[in-house]
């Protein structure tokens, strides 16, 4: 009987001790949990001992705090990213914007005809600047939502192109432009965004007709079994003012003595864009050529059916 109320007495003073362990180890992890909340630290719980699966518990709540941290960074990124954009384009605003005020007063007191049509074209140029920087900022801004995505369908490359050179014609004209236009002549078929990938086209090509010389190449085609090749060329005034590996960088722009109005947003919505689409884009300088190539995912063609597009008429023709 002794002998058995010894035993119990061990066990019980054994329990008591573990639990008074296993008690100050979960204070401490609550302590630790506490000081990692109050501090902001980046600070990871640790265990002494493993008694009840703590080292367990221990090993996924830092991989909790892992992922808020990662979060909570990505977020302060991209809140200062589209902070910078609005200081960047707020600046670039402001120049068309004072500009206007003055031509404005200018129309108002001119005296002839001449001097009104003048005016008039230049206000509605300003304001055209204007509302090309702002659709930038609204599509920089909408794409840096993780929320959004785009609404794909079948789309056919070769109509889109086709459409979209035919857009920049008199562009090209007035610019003394003669462009070089080779479209495949198969669709071309991807599951994407019509008007993403106008928009990726039109960028480019702006870009282009800003920055390049009195020469352009719109080039489609398709790579290998799935994939088609869009490559828009161009020769360039200033090569050693390009850095190739930022021209896709949010705000970068080659153009540093600002000869021309530009948001440095057109190609970082490009690229955007083209991965959205599951597609890749990247540039090239060599001989004062600058090219960029966007590579686009293609689809089976059966179940497409797809008009001779009439753009590509006119688009063909300029090209020759």
């Not at 990662?70 to 991209?78: Q, V």
């Not at 707020?90 to 206007?100: E, F, K, V, Y």
């Not at 055209?128 to 609204?138: C, I, S």
């Amino acid at each position: 009987m002794e002998v058995a109320i010894v035993i119990l007495s061990v066990i019980a003073a054994a329990e008591t001790v573990w639990l008074i362990l296993l008690w100050r180890q979960n204070m401490a992890i609550c302590r630790q949990l506490a000081f990692i909340r109050e501090k902001d630290s980046a600070m990871r719980l640790s265990v002494n001992a493993e008694m009840l699966g703590e080292l367990a518990i221990a090993t996924e709540i830092n991989k909790t705090l892992d992922d808020v941290r990662d979060r909570k960074h990505a977020m302060s990124e991209r809140e200062k990213l589209i902070a910078d954009a609005y200081a960047n384009l707020s600046h670039d605003i402001r120049t068309p914007l004072t500009s206007l005020d003055g031509y404005v007063q200018l129309l108002r007191d001119a005296a002839s005809e001449e001097d009104r049509e003048r005016y008039t074209a230049i206000i509605g140029e300003r304001i055209g600047t204007m509302k090309e920087l702002l659709e930038d900022l609204f599509t920089f801004t909408k794409l840096k939502n993780d929320a959004y995505e785009l609404d794909l369908e079948p789309v056919s490359l070769r109509s889109v192109v086709a459409d979209t050179v035919l857009s920049y014609y008199d562009v090209w004209k007035e610019a003394g432009i003669e462009p070089e236009i080779d479209i495949a002549e198969e669709a071309l078929v991807m599951e994407g965004n019509v008007t993403a990938v106008k928009r990726i086209l039109q960028n480019i090509t702006k870009n282009a007709v800003l920055h390049g010389k009195k020469a352009l190449s719109v080039r489609l085609c398709r790579e290998g079994a799935r994939t088609a090749l869009v490559t828009i060329a161009n020769p360039v005034e200033h090569p050693e003012e390009i850095e190739i590996g930022r021209v896709f960088e949010q705000f970068y722009t080659a153009d540093r003595y600002h000869r021309n109005a530009s948001s440095g947003l057109g190609l970082a919505i490009a690229k955007e864009l083209t991965e959205r689409m599951g597609g890749t884009i990247g540039a090239t300088l060599r001989d004062n050529v600058f090219a960029v190539e966007i590579r686009l995912p293609l689809t089976e063609q059966a179940a497409f059916s797809e008009p001779v597009p009439e753009a590509s008429k006119p688009a063909e023709s300029a090209a020759e």
